[in-house]
């Protein structure tokens, strides 16, 4: 994507493409680490420039919505919910300034993509193959990108993710690398069922990681510190999409999702 200019509404399918173009191949570049399970990790996921307008198009506290899932247990004592999202799919952004429209209708429609889609195939080859076998190529993969905020309070015990789920991926979205300590956190399984930290994802800007969803795929985040106002990053999340029953569920889900925002919006 050219240096100079941000994703311009007007031209967004050109901008569109030239970003596609430039995520698939930073998804090429990421280094690969097989230990405790196979992953990748970023340093560079965005032309420095489409970071920069997303940073400054990140909306108003009031545009989002609580997690549910796992994210419920974490909310505080006086109900403060310490996990907040915005999915990135032209329905639920569409109520957002323009300017910010501009920026975020051109990253949710490359993270969607099926050029990135395949990217991320190619690197978690070793990772899909593992859980589906030598035909991973063909299992469909349903991608749900969203804007996630935490605050401090925030934190997710070791887990693996649902089996509803093919590929997990995040996304850093910090100002500044001053507060990398609060990435998220990977486990080993030892034989006696312990789950020790063995590797942890720096919270630095333009960074992130990505893994194929598996039984040894362990991974957990401490609480978020004071020292920050907020944790920031994109959760794209491919949902396994073989079968009549996840192909339901998944687009389903969606429509709901898409209902309850209209609602919110609008009260």
């Given amino acids: 994507m050219d240096q100079t200019a941000v994703p311009d ?10 970003l596609i173009d ?3 191949g930073s998804i090429d570049k990421a280094t690969f680490v097989e230990k405790p399970f196979y992953h990748l990790e970023f340093d560079h996921v965005f032309p420095e420039n489409v970071y920069s307008a997303m940073l400054a198009a990140m909306p108003n506290a009031t545009d989002y919505r609580p997690m549910h899932g796992r994210s419920r247990a974490q909310d505080l004592t006086d109900g403060t919910h310490t996990r907040v999202k915005i999915d990135l799919f032209p329905e639920y ?33 070793p990772g899909l193959e593992k859980r589906f076998g030598k035909g991973f190529a063909s299992v469909g993969m349903y991608p749900i990108p969203i804007l996630t905020r935490d605050i401090p309070g925030y934190s997710i015990p070791p887990h693996t993710d649902t089996r509803w789920k093919g590929i997990t991926v995040q996304l850093y979205l910090p100002s500044d690398n001053a507060n990398t300590d609060i990435g998220t956190i990977f486990h080993d399984v030892l034989p006696d069922g312990s789950k020790p930290k063995t590797a942890q994802m720096k919270f630095a800007r333009n960074s992130g990681y990505a893994f194929a969803v ?25 949902f396994v999409d073989a079968g009549p029953l996840k192909v339901l569920r998944n687009r389903g889900k969606r429509f709901g999702n898409f209902l309850l925002n209209e609602v919110r919006s609008r009260t």
């Fill in 93 to 125: 952004i569409r109520h957002l300034p323009r300017d910010k429209l501009t920026v975020w209708s051109v990253v949710g429609a490359t993270l969607c993509s099926e050029p990135v889609k395949d990217a991320f195939r190619r690197k978690l080859a």
């Fill in 9 to 18: 509404l007007a031209d967004r399918i050109g901008s569109t493409k030239a």
């Fill in 22 to 24: 430039y995520v698939a």
């Fill in 214 to 238: 598996g039984t040894d795929t362990w991974h957990s985040a401490d609480p978020v510190h004071n020292r920050v106002k907020t944790r920031d990053s994109i959760l794209l999340t491919y």
